[in-house]
Structures are given as C-alpha cells and as structure tokens.
C-alpha cells in the first residue's frame, strides 16, 4: 500500500551527530494501523522484570482518544496527555503500545 505522510514528528532531542534519539513519528493518510516497536513490558499488568530482551514488533490499531482514555483510566486516570500514544486491541485485549 502507498500512503501520502501528512505529518513527520521528530523526537525533540535528536541530535544530528550522534544520533542519540534517533526517532520520529509518521502520521499517514488513512492510517488504519500503526507498527509499534520496542523492548517494553511483555506481561499484561507485569513489572520491568517482563520487559523483553529482543526488539519486538507488532501492528495495531490507533483507536480515537476517549476509547483510549475510557480503557486506560484505570491505570492512568489523569488520561491521554499530548506525549503519549495509546495504540493496540482496547475491546478484544492482545497486543497494545
């Protein structure tokens, strides 16, 4: 599939020389699914002691915001701020970010 990139996001602390933080975020048209990845938490409700030695990588979905906040509130009851995005099967469980 061809996509147009409405918006690039670079990490705020990136740095050309180093390329320390050497990320960026693509918001695409008609984007349906987002590839999260990362070495984060492997256990639902799990401590750091799950999170995974091997990069992972999956493909999800990018609910809307209040069906992220109404899900995540118990969790993070101060909800969705601007730095964070919420991704992943909210209503069925299995992979998220």
Same mark, same amino acid.
């Given at each position: 599939?061809?996509?147009?990139?409405?918006?690039?996001?670079?990490?705020?602390?990136? /740095?050309? $020389?180093?390329?320390?933080?050497?990320?960026?975020?693509?918001?695409? %048209?008609?984007?349906? $699914?987002?590839?999260?990845?990362?070495?984060?938490?492997?256990?639902?409700?799990?401590?750091? /002691?799950?999170?995974?030695?091997? $990069?992972?990588?999956?493909?999800?979905?990018?609910? *809307?915001?209040? =069906?992220? *906040?109404?899900?995540?509130?118990?969790?993070?009851?101060?909800? =969705?701020?601007?730095?964070? $995005?919420?991704?992943?099967?909210? %209503?069925?469980?299995?992979?998220?970010?």
């Amino acid at each position: 599939q061809v996509r147009q990139v409405t918006t690039i996001a670079v990490h705020p602390h990136f /740095d050309m $020389l180093s390329y320390d933080s050497d990320t960026a975020l693509l918001q695409l %048209s008609l984007s349906s $699914l987002c590839t999260v990845s990362g070495w984060g938490i492997t256990e639902e409700g799990g401590s750091s /002691d799950f999170a995974s030695r091997q $990069l992972q990588q999956t493909q999800v979905p990018v609910p *809307e915001k209040e =069906i992220c *906040e109404r899900n995540y509130y118990f969790s993070h009851p101060e909800g =969705i701020t601007a730095s964070m $995005l919420y991704a992943g099967f909210v %209503s069925v469980g299995g992979q998220d970010s």
